[in-house]
């Protein structure tokens, strides 16, 4: 890869053990960034960590909890106190759930909300300092499901609109003060997350078959990552407030 748009920059990213997290890590470290990768999941981040990091990328693994507001901001302490700046957030961590709408609990709803709206929320928060400082940016990762109904997906739906929206009143709010703020919205990408979701007994896949890309192939996450270098990097100066959708031609149709 020749880009090298992220040389002296320092990015944090999470959901950076797997999927489309991992694939944005290692896209934004070859393209020179310094990244803190952050995950939940300590033995398999810090395993992609060493990997990435013997090939020479500089990434380095900071274990996080979205839904405590305290491991938000010790992340982005730690990000700071070992680069001495921040100039962009990747919130690339989820969840997420198919279920029908009576049979979702409310500690269900309420686990949807806490790791795909309020953890962004507390990341930002804790950032925005930082991002001031240095006329950074943000990317916040929603979905396709955001923009459109997605069958028994109810819980993750409102979440990943509350996203959207989230990110677009940041950007309006920040504008005039140098932070750019945009969403990314995915659509069906081959990712352990979505792989390993199972749909309800007896699911309409009338319903469901409406969500296939158009396009012949599967969306990888390295395809996500490109979009979220993209949004991060200064070739999207002029971008904030966006919902870039990478979606195969889902919602096209």
């Known amino acids: 890869m020749n880009l090298q748009r992220f040389t002296d920059k320092v990015v944090l990213v999470t959901g950076a053990a797997s999927g489309i997290g991992l694939g944005t890590t290692e896209r934004l470290a070859r393209e020179g960034a310094r990244v803190l990768a952050c995950d939940i999941n300590a033995t398999l981040l ?16 900071q274990v ?38 009576a049979e979702i609990s409310e500690a269900e709803w309420q ?17 925005m300092p930082h991002l001031l400082a240095s006329r950074g940016n943000i990317v916040n990762c929603a979905s396709i499901a955001g923009i459109i109904g997605v069958p028994y997906g109810t819980a993750y739906s409102a979440s990943k609109g ?18 750019r703020v945009n969403a990314i919205c995915p659509g069906a990408v081959a990712t352990p997350l979505s792989q390993n979701t199972i749909l309800p007994d007896d699911a309409d896949f009338n319903l469901v078959g409406k969500l296939l890309p158009l396009l012949p192939v599967m969306g990888q996450p390295e395809d996500i990552a490109a979009g979220i270098a993209f949004l991060a990097s200064d070739d999207a100066r002029f971008m904030t407030g966006a919902a870039l959708v990478m979606d195969g031609g889902q919602t096209a149709l």
């Open 64 to 101: 996080l909890d979205v839904t405590d507001a305290a491991s938000c901001e010790a992340a982005v302490a730690e990000a700071v106190a070992r680069f001495s700046k921040l100039d962009a957030l990747c919130n690339i961590a989820g969840t997420l759930l198919n279920k029908r709408f």
């Open 46 to 61: 810090r395993d992609e960590t060493d990997r990435l990091a013997q090939q020479g990328l500089d990434v380095t693994a």
């Open 162 to 179: 509350a996203v959207i929206m989230f990110s677009r009143a940041l950007a309006v709010e920040y504008a005039g003060q140098g932070v």
């Open 111 to 127: 686990r949807q909300m806490a790791i795909n709206v309020t953890g962004i929320f507390s990341l930002c928060h804790a950032a």
